[in-house]
């Protein structure tokens, strides 16, 4: 083989190489940008259910922005009940977000996937988390656990964007 050809060969390679690498980052941040609903700097209330009725009810601060250049989503939650710090990113060999969870008493990673708008992340088969959109321009999480063949509401969190 000539040395042109190697040389040939070789620019074609790392051209091959250089586009996967491109097209997977432009895949990690499209998928990264559908969660552009979720940043702000967020204030309301959180309600917590027991067999779907409500047993208690305050105040909820929630900072949500990304960081490593929008690899990855970090929330910063503190309500009268629950204090949590949680970052979520996507993964392109896995093609679905993880949600990893940590709190004062230790910390967990779930599976999540974007559908129909809203982030879902599944704790188990039997319990999941939605953040969604409200129609006036809010933000909700919303929990629930499959119990019976039917989803009972465990709690539900709502905001208004303060920024």
């Not at 790392?14 to 609903?37: A, H, P, R, T």
């Not at 088969?125 to 809010?138: A, L, S, V, W, Y």
């Amino acid at each position: 083989m000539s040395y042109q050809k190697v040389v040939a060969y070789f620019f074609f390679i790392v051209l091959v190489f250089l586009n996967n690498s491109i097209f997977s980052q432009n895949l990690k941040q499209e998928k990264m940008e559908n969660l552009n609903y979720l940043i702000g700097e967020w204030v309301g209330t959180s309600k917590i259910y027991e067999n779907g009725v409500l047993v208690k009810q305050g105040s909820a601060y929630e900072y949500i922005s990304y960081d490593l250049d929008k690899n990855i989503l970090v929330i910063e939650l503190n309500t009268e009940f629950l204090q949590l710090h949680t970052i979520i990113l996507y993964d392109e060999n896995d093609q679905k977000y993880y949600y990893h969870r940590f709190s004062k008493n230790g910390a967990a990673r779930y599976s999540a996937e974007f559908k129909d708008g809203q982030l879902i992340v599944w704790k188990d088969d039997k319990t999941r988390f939605f953040f969604r959109n409200t129609p006036d321009g809010g933000f909700q999480e919303r929990g629930e656990q499959l119990i019976n063949g039917k989803w009972i509401i465990t709690f539900e969190d709502t905001f208004v964007n303060t920024q």
